[in-house]
């Protein structure tokens, strides 16, 4: 097995953290290099594309969450092996990313803009986002949204879900979720409840 680094910012969430937990879920060793926030400037320049996450394979840094999420879900078994059920994958994650870009450009934002600029996206974007990301999991099964069993893209919706519904986004209802895609709700439960995510969490809230 390669040796294997993920390096993301020192939080349990973000786009780093489906990686960490499908490592986690499959019983890979990696080695979990979390950066605090002080770090971050030295390192910037040393990234591919100045940004993090990034893996570090044998030595070869390699960057872009959802490349990273697919290539952990080849090591793991958490990626589809069907092409098709591999894109509807795939077109998840890219989705969630989206949205998240999106909010993410609201962050440093002057108080009235950031107010403007989220309760437009609230009522636009998000709320189309879950509502596809919902019709996508029911096409789906119902249950995960590819494959019929737990995939990146799961865990990928269940970082985006936590963060809408974690109250953080000043002017995005926390309840935006709750109220225009339940079923993203009982998905999130879903993968909360998984055993090893379940576990991985104890396991975090213990350290
Ligand atoms: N498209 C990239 C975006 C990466 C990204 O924006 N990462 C954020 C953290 S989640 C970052 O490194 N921010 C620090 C900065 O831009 O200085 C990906 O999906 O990995």
């Not at 994650?93 to 609201?106: H, K, L």
């Not at 096409?139 to 995960?144: K, Q, S, T, W």
Request: hydrophobic share 40%; with cysteine.
């Amino acid at each position: 097995m390669a040796k294997l680094r993920l390096t993301y910012f020192d939080f349990d969430g973000g786009r780093g953290e489906p990686a960490r937990l499908a490592f986690h879920i499959g019983g890979i060793a990696f080695d979990d290099d979390r950066v605090a926030g002080k770090s971050w400037p030295a390192l910037r320049d040393r990234t591919p594309f100045l940004a993090l996450p990034t893996l570090e394979v044998d030595g070869e840094v390699v960057s872009q969450s959802n490349s990273i999420n697919r290539y952990v879900g080849k090591l793991t078994g958490l990626y589809p092996e069907d092409n098709l059920q591999a894109f509807l994958c795939d077109e998840v994650m890219d989705a969630a990313e989206d949205i998240s870009t999106r909010i993410g450009q609201t962050i440093d934002l002057p108080e009235d803009a950031k107010k403007e600029a989220r309760e437009k996206l609230a009522a636009g974007h998000v709320t189309r986002y879950l509502e596809q990301l919902q019709a996508r999991l029911k096409a789906a099964g119902g249950e995960y949204f590819a494959d019929r069993r737990l995939t990146v893209a799961d865990l990928k919706v269940f970082m985006l879900v936590r963060w809408l519904r974690s109250g953080v986004l000043d002017y995005i209802p926390k309840d935006l979720v709750d109220t225009v895609a339940p079923q993203l709700v009982k998905h999130f439960e879903r993968v909360a409840g998984h055993a090893k995510v379940a576990e991985y969490y104890q396991r975090r809230k213990a350290t």
